[in-house]
Nanobody, 115 residues
Framework: QVQLVESGGGLVQAGGSLRLSCAAS????????IGWYRQAPGKQRELVAS???????DYADSAKGRFTISRDNAKNTVYLQMNSLKPEDTAVYFC?????????WGQGTQVTVSS
């Protein structure tokens, strides 16, 4: 059974940093693209960053230059390093993997950035 577990969220002041982790199980982790998404209250879930099995990365414009996605295949874990955080980064952050035609999501981790 595929399982994704996020951690690392919290409350931080604007300009601060957080590192989110997503631990995966039930899949051959190194074979899949993993994405970080976020959903703010009243807004649609949006892609923040993704990392392919080859290590290629992609970022939303809002994340470029501030966020870095990385993966450790030995630990079945993907990280999202978030620097220079802004109040508009406040959201629940989810990791995602698509296995064949089935999407899997973690339970999410709350990030709150105070001004």
């Amino acid at each position: 059974q595929v399982q994704l577990v996020e951690s690392g969220g919290g409350l931080v002041q604007a300009g601060g940093s957080l590192r989110l982790s997503c631990a995966a199980s039930g899949i051959t982790f190194s074979s899949y693209t993993i994405g970080w998404y976020r959903q703010a209250p009243g807004k649609q879930r949006e892609l923040v960053a993704s990392i392919s099995r080859a290590g290629s990365t992609d970022y939303a414009d809002s994340a470029k230059g501030r966020f870095t996605i990385s993966r450790d295949n030995a630990k079945n874990t993907v990280y999202l390093q978030m620097n220079s955080l802004k109040p508009e980064d406040t959201a629940v952050y989810f990791c995602h993997v698509q296995v064949v035609f089935t999407p899997y999501w973690g339970q999410g981790t709350q990030v709150t950035v105070s001004s």
